[in-house]
């Protein structure tokens, strides 16, 4: 007898369903495939790593993986929560792989990467939250290949004392962590987080080491208005947010939160403008923008940006 298929949301299974709308032209990308995307996927399966390219279902993927780009998700392939927009599984977590981080490095070290995003799934059941893992992962990364530059992407971390100061001690060049979507939507979007949470780690970890870049990320077409997404702009400006992205939500399945609409790319554009008249170093605005989409461009110009801006005038 086959062995049945374990569904891979049952904690979503009950949800009503809600029907996949249909993509406009201008956000169909072509399936992925290739040569070095797949020289890319057997690296990770080797390492028996996971990717929230491939856990998130990312549309980006094929285009990354030809450029031999990938992001790193540590800490398991299984989520404590169960937010309404995520693909990534729900349930019981995995054990820590002790060999992660040094598999991590190997990873980047193989693929030349001058600059690696780490993110990870949430882990309410460890007692810090696995922020002394994503340190272990920043140490060994800087010690196999010390030019490349390290950007995270984080849990909020809620309620685990002391665990924003770890990770942002080990010095990472960016500390992301994602708003996601307006306040208003959390209970149905975001239901196992806080909107003020969020904003409060973002804020601290300017208080804790000004010099690391702060950044975070917002999906659109999910029911918000322009006014609220203006209010998160002037709430992570007040926070000393350095980089925003701005993307298109795109519902994965059936059992996840129906697309509202589909925000026109011109729409995106007068967010960007409203961004960085705001006063944000770096804004990303588009139907496909994701937290790591051109992650290692984006980081040259967040360089320079800062530059500029420290730069006397004469």
């Given at each position: ?13 009950n ?9 406009p032209e ?34 980006n ?56 995003i ?17 340190a272990?992962?920043?140490a ?10 390290i ?22 060049d ?5 708003l ?26 300017k ?25 998160v ?7 000393e ?16 939160a ?13 967010y960007?403008?409203?961004?960085r008249?705001?006063g ?17 461009v984006?980081?040259?110009k967040?360089?320079a ?5 420290l730069?006397?005038?004469?």
């Amino acid at each position: 007898m086959d062995t049945p298929v374990k569904p891979r949301h049952p904690e979503k299974a009950n949800r009503p369903d809600n029907p996949v709308a249909k993509k406009p032209e201008w956000i169909r990308v072509k399936a992925p495939g290739g040569a070095a995307y797949d020289e890319t996927r057997e690296l990770m399966r080797g390492l028996k790593l996971n990717t929230v390219c491939e856990e998130a279902a990312c549309p980006n993927i094929g285009e990354c993986w030809k450029h031999k780009h990938a992001t790193f998700m540590i800490l398991g392939s299984v989520c404590t929560r169960a937010c309404a927009f995520c693909n990534v599984a729900t349930g019981k977590p995995d054990l820590l792989d002790p060999h992660e981080p040094e598999h991590v490095a190997a990873a980047v070290a193989e693929l030349g990467l001058k600059h690696v995003i780490i993110t990870s799934v949430d882990r309410d059941d460890l007692p810090d939250g696995g922020a002394d893992h994503f340190a272990q992962v920043i140490a060994r990364i800087r010690a196999t290949s010390p030019s490349c530059t390290i950007e995270i992407l984080t849990p909020d971390f809620m309620r685990k004392d002391g665990a924003v100061e770890h990770v942002a001690r080990a010095k990472p060049d960016v500390f992301n962590h994602n708003l996601e979507t307006v306040p208003r939507l959390y209970p149905t979007i975001r239901p196992g987080a806080r909107y003020f949470t969020s904003l409060s780690l973002l804020s601290h970890v300017k208080e804790i080491d000004p010099t690391i870049f702060t950044k975070s990320g917002l999906m659109v077409g999910l029911g918000e208005t322009k006014e609220e997404i203006a209010q998160v702009m002037d709430d992570l400006r007040a926070a000393e947010v350095d980089f925003l992205t701005i993307g298109q939500y795109l519902q994965p399945t059936p059992k996840h939160a129906a697309v509202d609409r589909f925000v026109t790319p011109e729409e995106f554009e007068s967010y960007a403008t409203l961004a960085r008249a705001k006063g944000f170093l770096l804004v990303s605005s588009s139907p496909l923008t994701r937290s790591s989409y051109h992650a290692d461009v984006d980081f040259a110009k967040l360089q320079a940006a800062r530059e500029a801006r420290l730069r006397p005038t004469s």
